[in-house]
């Protein structure tokens, strides 16, 4: 029966009843709601990048530079893929050049701070963990600690949004 709740397949069957019930009552939307009353205010490309190159300051100083860092129209949740890391190495001129690019699909534009920073911190991880390992999970971890239940809420929403349609309202 996880086909219903397919991003959230993986987790244990009562956690997946829980928001069964949540979604049968139709008050899943009011519980994320509550637990995350508050949306991020990173609204276009540049903000997105100068959030992103904060936190891999922060964390992360002695990896490669950021190319580029966007909002993607292009990313689908059906591809299961929420942000997108790519890094690109090129000959030009006798010497090596790599470029790394962060993408975040514009479907958390509205969304609170919590949900970004996550998959910021997702697709930062893969600049030095190209693989889902548990080095790369304890890198974000040491980056967000909560990140595991960051990511359970993340696909909550992900579950709510596919039901309803929407979630959090833009307040901007």
């Known amino acids: ?18 928001i069964r019930q949540l979604i049968d009552t139709n008050k899943l939307g009011d519980w994320l709601r509550t637990r995350y009353p508050t949306l991020h205010k990173v609204a276009n490309d540049n903000d997105l990048r100068d959030y992103a190159i904060s936190l891999k300051n922060q964390y992360m100083k002695k990896t490669q530079p950021l190319s580029k860092v966007i909002y993607d129209s292009k990313i689908h949740i059906v591809n299961h893929a929420l942000g997108l890391h790519s890094y690109v190495s090129r000959v030009q001129g006798g010497k090596l050049k790599s470029k790394n690019e962060l993408r975040v699909s514009t479907l958390f534009k509205n969304t609170p701070d919590a949900f970004l920073n996550m998959i910021v911190v ?3 991880a893969h600049l030095k963990e190209k693989q889902h390992n548990k080095a790369f999970y304890q890198l974000c971890q040491h980056m967000l600690p909560d990140y595991h239940q960051i990511e359970f809420d993340v696909r909550v929403y992900l579950t709510e949004l596919e039901h309803s349609g929407s ?6």
């Open 1 to 18: 029966m996880t086909q219903d709740l397919p991003y959230l397949a993986h987790y244990p069957v009562h956690l997946q009843n829980n």
């Open 122 to 124: 997702h697709e930062l």
């Open 167 to 172: 979630v959090f309202k833009d307040t901007a």
